[in-house]
């Protein structure tokens, strides 16, 4: 039982970045149609630009003010690299073919990919300890404070963006050119200035989210944006591509699915089990757990 | 272009493949021999992808099982090369009827990540060593050289000529497919699903059949591989190698002059440009996100049939 309650614990945590990550592909998915291959990689970009802003400015004080510093500079920056994306690598293609679209996302994911291999060095590089380390043992369950921040800033994170997409005007927005681009111009609204604002939010979570996996983790390469990018897609089929709850969930889900995996059956064979997962789901239900929020034109 | 040009330019290029070898010293030899097999699995990525219109993006999975195929039953049952020959286009073309029949019928982006699945449980297998077969992280090492009729063929023009063969064989293949009744139902069937089911194709039988055929032809440059190194190994597989193909064939326009093109800029370029190799993807990014906004069909887009150009309306596919 102690295994159990250890691997529901490492899950949730793992899950919660994952459905972070998610959010990025299953936002962009809603209204533009098209796998945002290159967020993976800013994911990856976003643990090293942390670690070049740790390495500069806050050198040596490590207090609660710093650390928030860092995650808003990090944020701030990565939804710049965003907005570049978007407007260089995804806009001039909105009108060609779907598969143009997915050539120039994979083009701008390599760049992004070995921009940071270029700048930060094919080594993997290690993330400082940004919080302490503090461990908690509930009846043999270790429990660190680590874990609970991941997972409590996740929540807020996702019911902020929950209540963004749900309660304004601006989430109105979002969802109205998620479901008609062309009715949503008629309607007044900037779906420019729409799909800049999910780069940004998207970019931002998946920053935060890149954070977490450098603080968990501790190694962080050029290269792991391909692996955690793929797994927070998965996430977000799973819970229904296009439906922001649906990412939640599909990110918890999927980190439960891979810490029970791998704290129960074997780690070797981990990315085999989440694929035949993903397959199963899709077999069994084509639009995902909750179904997919996307316009189909026919 | 007209017809009679393009095909002296094509006949012009094949003869200039035969005559290559024996200009060229064993380096750049190893390399013409690469272009080939590389050529071959995104001509048969091709069929997948820009025939059939399906977003597949594990290729290097048939390849890979071709190879694999070839190396374990020279190394473990003493097979020779040429014996292993239709079991590596067997396998592979059997798996990829088995592993898209349940996944033909998905949209698009979901087969896309599906068949990426495919490709990286394919490596995870070849690495955990599933049945002491594959030789782990390390592969196959060690292969005989390709022989015929007792005569060995070991030098590198042997190989080089075994490629050429290969690739003359698909393109033999792919010709026949523009102009036969599959290859004109894969068209359709790229063009406007619901619209080739409603004029009586079977949508789902050519879907499978082209994963098959592909699968087929990516196992025999599996062969050609395995032949040239003698020797297999997971990392030659990997899903960044299906990402290449995938790109190959959709920045080069699902053409076959756009094909070849595509394969010597990714593969063969960064031979010529080695001290620069570092830098290699990074230019590709580049490159593909410019090729795609300046010429969002490849650079030189596939036409299809002899269809007058007033009769072809431009349209969005997928």
């Not at chain 1, 802003?53 to 990565?78: K, P, Q």
């Not at chain 1, 300890?129 to 680590?146: A, E, H, T």
């Not at chain 2, 982006?109 to 070849?126: E, H, K, R, S, W």
């Amino acid at each position: 039982m102690d295994t159990f309650f250890q691997q529901l614990a490492n899950g949730l945590t793992i899950g919660s970045i994952y459905a972070l990550v998610a959010l990025g592909y299953t936002m962009v998915y809603g209204v533009l149609k098209l796998i945002n291959f290159a967020h993976g990689a800013l994911v990856a970009a976003s643990a090293f630009i942390g670690l070049t802003i740790y390495a500069t400015i806050m050198g040596e004080s490590s207090s609660l003010l710093a650390v928030i510093a860092i995650f808003a500079l990090v944020a701030a920056a990565t939804a710049c690299l965003g907005i570049l994306l978007e407007r260089f690598a995804y806009r001039p293609l909105r009108q060609a073919p779907r598969l143009s679209a997915v050539v120039s996302a994979l083009g701008a994911s390599l760049i992004l990919q070995n921009g940071i291999m270029l700048v930060w060095g094919p080594q993997m590089r290690i993330f400082p300890q940004l919080v302490p380390q503090v461990y908690w043992n509930i009846g043999g369950v270790v429990i660190s404070l680590l874990q609970v921040i991941i997972l409590l800033l996740s929540v807020l994170l996702m019911a902020a963006l929950y209540f963004f997409i749900e309660k304004t005007r601006m989430g109105a927005a979002i969802r109205a050119s998620a479901i008609d681009q062309d009715a949503a111009r008629l309607m007044g609204i900037n779906v420019n200035r729409v799909i800049t604002l999910i780069f940004v939010i998207g970019s931002s979570l998946g920053a935060i989210g890149g954070l977490f996996i450098g603080l968990y983790y501790r190694g962080i390469t050029f290269e792991m944006g391909w692996q955690y990018g793929l797994y927070a897609f998965i996430a977000a089929i799973i819970g229904g591509i296009g439906n922001i709850p649906g990412a939640m969930l599909g990110g918890l889900l999927l980190g439960l699915f891979t810490a029970f995996i791998s704290g129960y059956i074997s780690s070797t064979w981990a990315d085999a089990f989440t694929f035949l997962l993903l397959i199963l789901i899709l077999i069994v239900r084509p639009t995902g757990l909750l179904g997919e929020r996307v316009a189909q034109k026919v | 272009m007209s017809s009679s040009l393009s095909r002296l330019g094509g006949a012009a290029f094949l003869l200039g493949l035969v005559v290559l070898p024996h200009l060229l010293d064993s380096r750049w030899q190893a390399v013409a021999i690469t272009f080939l097999v590389f050529a071959v699995v995104a001509l048969s990525q091709d069929i997948v992808l820009g025939k059939a219109g399906m977003f597949n993006m594990g290729q290097a999975l048939f390849f890979g099982m071709g190879a694999y195929t070839t190396a374990i039953l020279n190394s473990q049952f003493g097979w020779p090369i040429v014996a292993t020959i239709p079991v590596a286009i067997l396998v592979p073309a059997l798996f990829g009827i088995i592993l898209s029949a349940p996944i033909v019928h998905l949209r698009g982006d979901y087969l896309l990540v599906v068949t990426i699945g495919f490709n990286i449980v394919f490596v995870q297998v070849l690495q955990n060593d599933l049945g002491g077969l594959t030789g782990g992280p390390n592969g196959i090492f060690g292969l005989d050289s390709l022989a015929l009729f007792g005569v060995t063929l070991g030098s590198q023009v042997a190989v080089y000529y075994f490629a050429f063969v290969v690739l003359l064989v698909t393109l033999g293949i792919m010709a026949n497919l523009e102009r036969s009744k599959a290859g004109r139902a894969l068209h359709y069937l790229k063009q406007d699903p619901i619209a080739a089911e409603s004029i009586g194709i079977n949508t789902r039988v050519y879907r499978i059949f082209a994963f098959g055929l592909g699968a087929g032809i990516a196992g025999l440059a599996g062969t050609v591989f395995a032949t040239q190194y003698s020797a297999v190994s997971p990392e030659g597989f990997e899903f960044l190698q299906s990402i290449l193909f995938f790109s190959i064939v959709l920045v080069g326009g699902s053409s076959i002059p756009g094909i070849f093109l595509g394969v010597f800029v990714m593969f063969i370029l960064p031979e010529i440009f080695r001290e620069f190799s570092t830098w290699r993807y990074f230019v590709f990014g580049f490159a593909m996100v410019f090729t795609m906004i300046l010429r969002p069909r490849g650079i030189w887009p596939a036409r299809f049939g002899r269809i007058p150009a007033f009769l072809v309306r431009p349209h969005r596919d997928g």
